[in-house]
């Protein structure tokens, strides 16, 4: 069993830099590929970065080269670090948890960016 705590969202201006974390529970956290993914209103949620066991990266095409995914194994924790923020970019974000068929979803943190 995995839980996840979303953390460090919150309302910002266009151009400004957020850091989000993804908190989780359980010893077996490390082997998790984990996803940031948002929800915009009246929008899919849609997958924005993915990080696996061994730290392979993958990024939508709409944020590569503004968005960097991380984690640190001591802590039990996946990092989104967000730049030059847009409107576009306002959503919750999840966190997601997924290995062998295993899906753990967070709470989610909204994320507001203002002109």
């Known amino acids: 069993q995995v839980q996840l705590v979303e953390s460090g969202g919150g309302s910002v201006q266009v151009g400004d830099s957020l850091r989000l974390s993804c908190g989780a529970s359980g010893r077996t956290f490390s082997s998790y590929y984990v996803g940031w993914f948002r929800q915009a209103p009246g929008k899919e949620r849609e997958l924005v970065a993915r990080?696996?066991?061994?730290?392979?990266?993958n990024y939508a095409d709409s944020v590569k080269g503004r968005i960097t995914i991380s984690r640190d194994y001591a802590k039990n924790t996946v990092y989104l670090q967000m730049n030059s923020l847009s409107p576009e970019d306002t959503a919750v974000y999840y966190c997601n948890a997924y290995l062998y068929g295993k899906d753990y979803w967070g709470k989610g943190t909204p994320v507001t960016v203002s002109s």
């Open positions: 990080i696996s066991s061994g730290g392979t990266t």
